[in-house]
């Protein structure tokens, strides 16, 4: 079942086209790689995708089950994020937030989600200790964990392992992979070709001024 279909689809801003004559889906328990030297558009696809800035041209079909409510979202992490002022549960909590719809407050749910999330990446007994004394990886699974608060079937991210060791790397590719295997559809964008050739079940290459690219499995 395709999520998505691009067809012929380019991607930029305003006038500059970053890369162009893209075809290809993403199938529904995919586990997709978008890879790429700097300057191929990685994060341009990436932002087009989710609807944050719109196509120069082409078209991206989206089924019924690519509902922006259900998909969680990991950007690259910023020095903001690492200082931010909170306690793992409330960053986690806060994944939640898209689903609260009128409520003032978060549902039995959301806490329910958000304490399985935790568990679910190890991060339980951090739960009251604050985001900003975490080490970098620890930090990456408190987001990981807020982004799959707000995923219901399909997670997006940014180099989620950049700026890590090659044992942190692995360890967050192992926990993307138990999760794909549990039925969640990633996304994600990487530079790193060990974790490609071990885990992706498809790849959408990238570069500088190309004149057609297609997904390959």
Not at 62 to 68: K, L, P, Q
Not at 130 to 157: P, Y
Not at 182 to 189: H, S
Request: proline share 3%.
């Amino acid at each position: 079942m395709s999520l998505l279909e691009c067809k012929n689809l380019c991607v930029g801003y305003s006038s500059k086209t970053v890369c162009e004559n893209l075809n290809f889906c993403v199938e529904k328990g995919d586990f997709v790689f978008i890879v790429g030297e700097n300057g191929s558009g990685k994060s341009t696809l990436m932002k087009t995708i989710l609807r944050f800035i719109k196509p120069l041209s082409g078209s991206i079909h989206y089924s019924s089950e690519w509902n922006e409510k259900g998909i969680g979202y990991l950007p690259q992490t910023s020095e903001i994020q690492k200082s931010f002022p909170a306690t793992v549960w409330e960053i986690v909590l806060s994944g939640n937030q898209a689903a609260l719809g009128w409520l003032p407050f978060y549902s039995k749910k959301a806490y329910q989600k958000a304490k399985y999330n935790l568990e679910r990446l190890g991060m339980t007994s951090y739960a009251k200790k604050s985001f900003k004394e975490l080490s970098g990886g620890q930090q990456q699974r408190v987001l990981l964990a807020r982004a799959l608060c707000a995923a219901s079937s399909i997670l997006v991210m940014d180099e989620p392992a950049k700026g890590f060791d090659s044992e942190i790397t692995e360890k967050m590719h192992q926990i993307l992979k138990e999760l794909n295997s549990q039925g969640l559809t990633i996304i994600t964008i990487s530079h790193n070709k060990d974790a490609v050739e071990k885990y992706a079940s498809k790849v959408i290459k990238l570069e500088k001024n190309p004149e057609s690219k297609e997904a390959t499995k």
